[in-house]
């Protein structure tokens, strides 16, 4: 007689056979099963299971709680993260309010071109008579949307394949890190050239290059990390209540491994900081009188030996942000693997 | 040689010119020059007015020379040639600059614009200045030992005059000027163009202002690097695409300096293929380099006050032309009043500060200008005055103001450029949206779509870089007449028309200086195009270099160089 009892995973005896496959106590099994034929929540042997699981959910949140504080707290006292995080925010705060506190980055005065720093001109003046100060504090504006969107982009998309790959293994597995790798031998400068050749430019654009071409390491993390997660307890019993392969990967699964994920996003910020800046450079991202730290750089590098103020501030400010970001990494980094 | 006749009766109309204060003894040698007089001859014009005689070919390094060295290799540095250096289709500096030194052109022009006899001896036109008369040189061979002779020069032409041939120079210096079979050899030392119509300026178009006209053997198939066949001072030796180009000297070159000296003093030269202007500079600086052909202003700087450098300044005659392009709105119903308008936004000096460091002459919206090309009337100035702007801008009906594209390629100076006007329109009202694009965006398109997409030509208002040009006249053929070949503006004036073929059948210097005057009005009355400067060339070198000559910069003629050991 085929056993016609319906499952906690609904009528279907494949299911429990599959549990059973995957390793679940049998008697388990059975228990969930009654229950669900009976309409009732599974009372396990042993006394108020229910409200011991919520005891045991309870204290596992406060748990969680407790260490966010303690990561918070730790991230706090930590000189390195504390130190980005401040350059970070500055320049945050520069590309949102820099337009209500310097003059106009864009505003000409070919009387004063080249001007040396001075009271009134800070950093200068570049070959148009622009003041430099304003258009280095002007200049974290394209840079600091460019950067997080591609990271953002890259951590989507890097996410999901790596979840896709490290959660179902096998041939899905092999198919996409052999392309993956293929992706990855690609040098990222030349490749996000060739894009922006093909597509043409525009910010839009060049987020989309960038953060497709990170997509790749990104997975590879994201993949290593589920794959040290796919076999922990809770995974299993996720499988094991039946529930489908997005929910486990998503809910269950992708919670567990935000550090690596935190930590790798950070790492490409740092990088997409400076190809974004390295392809303003090279003249493939916005055009002039744009006060871009890259393409300033690029434009006004002719001046280097006569008035280095034009080149060095903007280079400067690159240097703190890449750098900033790098600290912040490092920070978390370091706190995390306490 | 010009007949005696010719010569006496229109050197006595120049004297007259001068001594009735119509005409300046530099314009004067000039206008002489072009009509094929010889030093000489110039010469005795001067003493008839009164004046010394004076060399006219002088360089800016030309004082206090030492005497010349033989030997030794000079180096030069520059971009690569766009192209393969066809002689025929070239346009770039590189290309210009490596041709040049084993070619030659039947006339070269001075750094003053007046022109010196090069394989041609002398030259003169007929009474109605459409069929002008060519002596070449005689004894001259080209490097492979065949003779230089009339045919030669016709062959050139005919090549250059092909409609399939794709010469640029000779397109926009002989449309509707010289046509093919135009040109014919009387004998083997004679040769006589033919012209479609009178034109005083003529030999202007046959000198090195017209880059393409090169005399190249009759022989000639279009693979000038492997049959490099020339006559100039130099043999090329190598050439290896985009990294350097050699040559040695011509033993059996045709030219001797004042003292009878065989030319060229040099053993040969290199030229180093660098993109980048930045790094050309810091080649020249550490020394690895002697000269850089032409040294762009913006970054050069260092250059000026490096204390083993001597930068040369020539009165160039390049141009930036901002059209405004009349088939296109708010031109075409705005009219004259707006182009004006916009013309009166910009602080001329100040531009002229920001790009060429104060080094270029400034422009008022016309090609005749004396400051310029010296056989010119003097031009009205326009200096910035946003009351008259706002004035114009009503008058033309956008008295609350207006908005306008201008469209750029983002190739040497002109995004700068743009950026300037931008902000220097915005006072009068006049908001200016810079659309940027890449060189090769901007200049997209064939021949045969000239007219049809290319932006340089169809956008509304544009940045166009114009290479020097030795004529006022030439310029205007090729850019304001209704069926000038690289028309941005558009413009179709009949007065100015009918004014400009009447200045160029004239070699009254009377008529022609009263009839330029009215030519400068109608383009600055009108104003299709801005011309805020003309642009100074400059050339650096080690202070050890001496005697590369022009015009301006982008020729580089080595043939009389020389370097001392100091």
């Not at chain 2, 010296?374 to 114009?392: M, N």
Request: aromatic share 10%; charged share 20%.
């Amino acid at each position: 007689m085929p056993d016609d009892r319906p499952t906690p995973f609904g009528p279907d005896p494949d299911l429990r056979e599959e549990s059973m496959q995957l390793g679940a106590d049998p008697e388990m099994i059975e228990l969930r099963a009654d229950a669900a034929s009976e309409g009732r929540d599974l009372e396990l042997p042993g006394g108020d299971h229910k409200s011991k699981a919520l005891e045991a959910d309870a204290a596992a949140t406060a748990e969680q709680k407790r260490q966010r504080r303690y990561l918070v707290k730790a991230l706090l006292r930590s000189p390195t993260f504390m130190v980005g995080l401040i350059i970070v925010l500055f320049w945050v705060f520069m590309a949102l309010f820099s337009a209500f506190i310097t003059q106009s980055p864009t505003l000409t005065d070919p009387n004063i071109s080249l001007a040396a720093p001075s009271a009134s001109h800070w950093f200068g003046t570049d070959d148009l008579g622009r003041d430099v100060f304003a258009r280095t504090m002007a200049g974290a504006r394209t840079v600091l949307i460019i950067a997080p969107l591609a990271t953002l982009l890259a951590l989507l998309w890097g996410g999901i394949i790596g979840l896709i790959a490290g959660f179902w293994r096998g041939i899905t597995d092999e198919i996409i890190m052999r392309l993956i790798d293929v992706l990855l031998a690609l040098p990222i400068i030349i490749t996000s050239i060739l894009i922006l050749s093909l597509l043409g430019k525009g910010t839009a654009i060049i987020i989309v290059a960038i953060g497709a071409l990170f997509t790749p390491v990104v997975s590879r993390t994201v993949r290593a990390a589920v794959i040290g997660e796919r076999e922990r307890e809770y995974v299993m019993a996720a499988r094991l209540r039946g529930e489908r392969s997005a929910f486990v990967m998503v809910r269950e699964i992708l919670p567990n491994i935000t550090q690596p994920i935190i930590v790798e996003g950070t790492i490409r910020l740092g990088y997409a900081v400076f190809t974004a800046a390295t392809l303003s450079f090279l003249g493939f991202g916005l055009a002039p009188p744009s006060p871009d730290w890259g393409l300033t750089i690029s434009v006004e590098r002719v001046f280097l030996q006569i008035a280095p103020w034009t080149v060095l501030f903007p280079a400067a400010a690159l240097a703190s942000l890449v750098v900033a970001v790098n600290l912040i990494t490092d920070g978390l980094g370091r706190t995390f693997s306490k | 040689m010009a007949s005696a006749k010719y010569e006496r009766e229109y050197g006595q109309h120049l004297v007259e010119q001068v001594l009735k204060g119509k005409m300046t003894r530099r314009q004067m040698l000039v206008r002489a020059s072009v009509f094929g007089f010889s030093m000489t001859a110039a010469g005795s014009l001067l003493a008839a007015c009164g004046g010394d005689s004076t060399d006219s070919s002088s360089s800016p390094s030309a004082a206090g020379m030492p005497a010349p060295v033989m030997g030794g290799i000079l180096k030069l540095i520059g971009p690569a040639p766009i192209t393969d250096p066809d002689p025929v289709t070239i346009y770039d500096q590189g290309g210009i600059v490596l041709v040049s030194q084993f070619l030659e052109y039947l006339i070269n022009l001075n750094d003053d614009n007046s022109l010196r006899p090069v394989l041609a001896e002398s030259w003169t036109p007929n009474d109605t200045l459409d069929v002008w008369t060519f002596k070449l040189r005689t004894g001259v061979t080209f490097n492979d030992g065949t003779p230089f002779e009339a045919e030669d020069v016709v062959a050139t032409m005919e090549r250059l005059l092909d409609p399939e041939g794709g010469s640029g120079g000779a397109k926009s210096q002989w449309g509707g000027v010289l046509s093919p079979k135009g040109t014919k050899a009387v004998d083997a030392t004679t040769v006589e163009f033919t012209l479609d119509k009178p034109y005083a300026d003529f030999p202007y178009t046959v000198s090195n202002g017209n880059y393409n006209s090169a005399i190249l053997s009759r022989s000639y198939k279009g693979d000038i690097l492997k049959n490099a066949v020339g006559t100039g001072a130099y043999i090329l030796d190598q050439y290896t695409p985009k990294q350097k180009a050699t040559f040695k000297k011509n033993p059996t070159y045709w030219g001797k300096d004042d003292a009878g000296k065989q030319l060229p003093y040099l053993d040969g030269l290199e030229y180093i293929m660098v993109e980048d202007n930045s790094a050309q500079n810091l080649q020249l600086q550490s020394g690895a380099v002697d000269c850089q052909p032409q040294t762009v202003f913006q970054g050069a700087q260092a250059l000026f006050q490096d204390p083993n450098l001597r930068v040369d300044i020539y009165p160039g005659t390049g141009i930036r032309e901002i059209a405004f392009n009349q088939t296109k709105e708010p031109w075409k119903s705005g009219g004259a009043n707006l182009c004006q308008a916009v013309a009166y936004c910009l602080d001329r000096p100040a531009i002229n500060k920001a790009l060429y460091d104060d080094r270029s002459n400034l422009g008022y919206d016309t090609f005749w200008q004396e400051t310029v090309f010296p056989s010119s009337p003097p031009a009205p100035e326009r200096a910035q005055d946003y009351d008259k702007a706002k004035q114009l801008l009503a008058d033309a009906g956008h008295a609350g103001g207006l908005e306008i594209e201008l469209t750029v390629a983002k190739y040497l100076e002109n995004p700068q450029l743009a950026q300037l006007i931008q902000d220097q329109c915005k006072p009068a009202g006049i908001t200016v949206k810079i659309n940027q694009m890449s060189y090769t965006e901007f200049y997209a398109g064939s021949d045969a779509d000239y007219y049809g997409t290319t932006p340089w030509i169809v956008a509304p208002m544009t940045i166009v870089e114009w290479g020097s040009r030795p004529a006022p006249g030439i310029y205007a053929a090729a850019m304001l007449l209704p069926d000038a070949v690289w028309s941005s503006s558009h413009w179709d004036n009949k007065d100015f028309v009918s004014t400009f073929d009447e200045y160029e059948s004239t070699g009254d210097e009377a008529m022609r200086a009263e009839l330029a005057t009215k030519l400068s009005t109608l383009q600055q009355t009108d104003t299709p195009i801005m011309l805020p400067f003309f642009i100074s060339q400059a050339r650096a070198q080690k202070k050890n270099v001496y005697n590369i000559k022009g015009p301006g910069s982008i020729y580089c003629d080595c043939s009389a160089a020389y370097m001392t050991t100091a």
